[in-house]
């Protein structure tokens, strides 16, 4: 043995690490560490309860070697540097700090392109449960898998990183300090959801917000309410397998009792709210409780549904003005803020855009609920963007819990009328499967909302032809005639040729514009040929029977290093407004103007 392996050795067992950890190999130091692979199952219905906020400057450091796991960062303890009698790799990372939400691609400019894992950790202030309560950490969202360890105990993994998760760390919550530490891994991996190759920013991070919370034993842990064929129908789930009596209250409107049996209970309260619309966004407030337990929510009662060509907004014909959105900023990247927020959707009021495609991934809680409020529709979706590894289990169980994840997470927001379950995967077999599969998760999690996803052109039969469609509400296309494919022939062509069961929304359409070059409407990248594409595309989707609306790509310049142009340099100039988020380029009066003309709801 080297001289240098043993001091190695001897280094180790001082630190009481066990083996020398060097010679193993990734999966070997990580197996411990995959589980439990946290899922929807552990979520908590959040409505009106009082979380402490652990959002502030955490501890960092950037793990590139997967160090942390294979030298058990988290079993350390924060005894200072000089205090050691041997060296080692971490302390605890207490010489700089980064900002919780946040992403650290925007912190320093040598971590804009960091890819891979990081250590976040703090100390916080908590009093152990009693009562058989239980504590929760409630992280809004990690990009793209984070492990959690709580007073150096590992608490759970999650993987998704656009989803609010839950660590139970009632076991391990001590009166007085705690310390929390977070491995967040923003790897781009080709068997996760989305794969390794997407055309927008990988922003690792704690990005969302991070809570504390408890609950009693037995809890709400979902709550479902929506309007009904007759009246509004209340499905309660509960922590566990408990019975006993619920009660639900709409104020103003009805109070009432659920029985609950084996932890479940649902019901229809003959009731008659005042609907939800974009011209009348009236919200009630809704309460539930258990024993101990109650939680509250706003909520917006509405009905979507189709019926042959058609979609329905409280069985009125509806058409879509609509507009993408990513998550991306300049400033700050993936992090979104109510200002953020409302700003997206007054760029949208002043399109006379109704709906918002919330692009590719689950946005910030905050989007379906201010959305609510202004009375504006939104697609949400996962991201099965682009070739997903379809015929590996595993990503499908990823892209399910996500969709779990979403799922429960706005069920209660009337503003979301579409599911999104994928964009733009070729049809295969294995794809074929594998939407079939979400599409009835979708479906089972909540039937009162349509099923969509993003499809492709079939260029074999040049149709709108795609063997997802037979099992989605709503036909997404995404086509870009006039951008990556010359002229307009091609879409009268493709429309003419096709002829669906169901309704069609354009689901993505645009062409990139550097703001502030102009010139002739048909030079690529002028403001003017922009103008002119989306013109030109919003008139022959408004004049095609079975196509209820268009969903223009997008609403601001975003971040992707796919766009290396000498016009482009990293970000993606399909924005109507440029990556300042208030520069609008020509294309966003030229849409208003459209959205005037077409898809106006008929009166
Ligand atoms: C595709 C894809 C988008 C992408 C767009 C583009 O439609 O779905 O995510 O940004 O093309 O080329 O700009």
Redesign the pocket.
Known sequence: MFESEKLMNEATRAQGAGDPFWHLHDEDFEAPFMTPHLTSKGSVFMGGRNAVSLNGNWRFVIDPMREGLRQRWFEHDNHSIDEWIVPRDYDDGGWQTIPVPGCWTMQRGEWLRYEGAAWYSREFEADAPTGGDRVFLRIGAANERARVFVNGAFCGLHIGGSTPFFIDATSQIQTGNNLVMIEVDSTRRSEAVPMQH???FNHGGLYRDVELFTVPAVHISHLFVRLAENGVAVDLTLSSGEDGTAIIAIEGLVKARITVHAGTGSTVLDCTPELWSPDNPKLYNVTASFDADMVTDKVGFRTIERKGRKILLNGNPLSLRGIGVHEEDRDVGKCSDEADIRRRFAHLKDLGANIARA??YPHHELVARIADEMGILLWEEIPV?WAIAFDNPPTFDNARNQLIELIRRDANRASVILWGVG??NADTDARLSFMRGLVETARTEDPSRLVTA?CLINRETFRIEDRLAAHLDVIGL?Q?FGW?EPGFEGLERLLANSNPDRPVVIS?T?A?AVAGLNGPDTRLFTEEYQARILTRQVEIAARTKYVVGTFI??LYDFR?DRRQTRHQRGW?L?GVVAADKTTRKLGFAALTRAYQQHFRDPE
Do not use: M, Q, R, S
């Open positions: 997407t055309d927008w692009a590719h963007y964009n733009e993003a995404n870009y990556y993505e645009g990139d790509w997008l992707t993606n399909k």
